[in-house]
Nanobody
C-alpha cells in the first residue's frame, strides 16, 4: 500500500516562500504521476500542479509563475516550491499520486493515493 507524507507547511508572511515536500513509500515511485492540490476553508479541493516520472509538468493558468513542481525519483520525493505567496494561498496542501498516465490529470477523481495534508498559512 502506497503512503504519501507531506511536510514543509507553516506560517509565512505575504511575499515569502515555502517549499513543500511529499515522500512516497510502499511501491515504485518512478511510475507515479504526482500532483499537488490545495483546499481552503469552505472551498473545493483545487489542483495546483502535476509531474510525471519523466519530469513533464502541468500548471493551470492560475498557478503559473509562482509555483514550481519537481521530483527526485531517487529520494521518492516530490516538491512544490511556492514563491511570492499571497494570503489567498492559505490552504491545506495535499500531495496525490496515481500509477501512470500523463501530467494533464488535474481532477481529484484521477488520483487514488493521498497524503494527510500540510497547512500553509500566509499572513498579511
Amino acid at each position: 500500500q502506497v503512503q504519501l507524507v507531506e511536510s514543509g507547511g507553516g506560517l509565512v508572511q505575504a511575499g515569502g516562500s515555502l517549499r513543500l515536500s511529499c515522500t512516497v513509500s510502499g511501491r515504485t515511485f518512478s511510475n507515479y504521476v504526482m500532483a499537488w492540490f490545495r483546499q481552503a476553508p469552505r472551498k473545493e479541493r483545487q489542483f495546483v500542479s502535476s509531474i510525471t516520472w519523466a519530469g513533464g509538468t502541468y500548471y493551470p493558468a492560475s498557478m503559473k509563475g509562482r509555483f514550481t513542481i519537481s521530483r527526485d525519483n531517487a529520494k521518492n520525493t516530490v516538491y512544490l516550491q511556492m514563491n511570492n505567496l499571497k494570503t489567498e494561498d492559505t490552504a491545506v496542501y495535499y500531495c496525490a499520486g496515481r500509477d501512470g498516465g500523463s501530467q494533464y490529470y488535474s481532477e481529484v477523481r484521477f488520483y487514488d493515493a493521498w497524503g494527510q495534508g500540510t497547512q500553509v498559512t500566509v499572513s498579511s
